[in-house]
């Protein structure tokens, strides 16, 4: 089992950053891949960042590539997301989901655990 905490979310000015974290415990956490996911009222879960925690490698999705970055402290089984030149359409709730394999899947379904999501709102 895979327990994911997020936390950093809040409202905030458009042009503005926010800085997400994710918690990860359990005893193969550091073994997953891992993804940044947000979910606006009435659209469906929408992939961001992915992190293969065994390589370090992460991949981006093109809507945010340049302003959204993962990074991962993997001695405290965390991952963050620097999001930066905030948009009123980033306003969403932020998830942070984990799977057991170790590379990063697109598809919201191919995840096993989720954390319970921070809100986001960006003002204009």
């Known amino acids: 089992q895979v327990q994911l905490v997020e936390s950093g979310g809040g409202l905030v000015q458009a042009g503005g950053s926010l800085r997400l974290t994710c918690v990860a415990s359990?005893?193969?956490?550091?073994?997953?891949?891992v993804g940044w996911f947000r979910q606006a009222p009435g659209q469906e879960r929408e992939f961001l960042v992915g992190?293969?925690?065994?390589?370090?490698?992460?991949n981006t999705a093109d809507p945010v590539k340049g302003r959204f970055t993962l990074s991962s402290d993997s001695a405290k089984n965390t991952v963050y997301l620097q999001m930066n030149s905030l948009k009123p359409e980033d306003t969403a709730i932020y998830f942070c989901?984990?799977?057991?394999?170790?590379?990063?899947?697109?598809?919201?379904?191919?995840?096993?655990?989720w954390g319970q999501g921070t809100q986001v709102t960006v003002s204009a």
């Open positions: 992190l293969n925690w065994s390589i370090g490698t992460t």
């Open positions: 989901a984990a799977r057991t394999e170790t590379w990063p899947s697109l598809l919201a379904r191919d995840y096993d655990y």
């Open positions: 359990g005893r193969t956490a550091n073994r997953h891949a």
